[in-house]
């Protein structure tokens, strides 16, 4: 079992950055596939990026592809979202999850989330 705690959210104008953090706890953090996934008033939770095991693997929304980069710690058992170029459009609760398995992910593990706020 894997315990989540996201940090990292914010105010913020249309361009600018943020960099979302993911706390994990537990001893086999590494044994989890990682995903971020977002949560915009009114609508359904939405998946953002995820990234393998190893960290060497990672996938991403269209709708964040080349904005968005997902990497993670295991020695420190952290993932993060650096999340450039910022619209009015991500505006959303963030939140971490983790999958023991992999094709396909089950997030079974969610953290509580961290609210982004774009204002363009």
């Known amino acids: 079992q894997v315990q989540l705690v996201e940090s990292g959210g914010g105010l913020v104008q249309a361009g600018e950055s943020l960099r979302l953090s993911c706390a994990a706890s537990?001893?086999?953090?590494?044994?989890?596939?990682m995903g971020w996934f977002r949560q915009a008033p009114g609508k359904e939770r939405t998946f953002v990026s995820r990234?393998?095991?190893?960290?060497?693997?990672?996938g991403y929304a269209d709708s964040v592809e080349g904005r968005f980069t997902v990497s993670r710690d295991n020695d420190k058992n952290m993932v993060y979202l650096q999340m450039n170029s910022l619209k009015p459009e991500d505006t959303a609760i963030y939140y971490c999850?983790?999958?023991?398995?992999?094709?396909?992910?089950?997030?079974?593990?969610w953290g509580q989330g961290t609210q982004v706020t774009v204002s363009s």
């Open positions: 999850a983790a999958s023991y398995s992999d094709s396909p992910p089950k997030y079974l593990y």
């Open positions: 537990g001893r086999t953090f590494g044994d989890y596939v």
């Open positions: 990234i393998s095991r190893s960290g060497r693997t990672m």
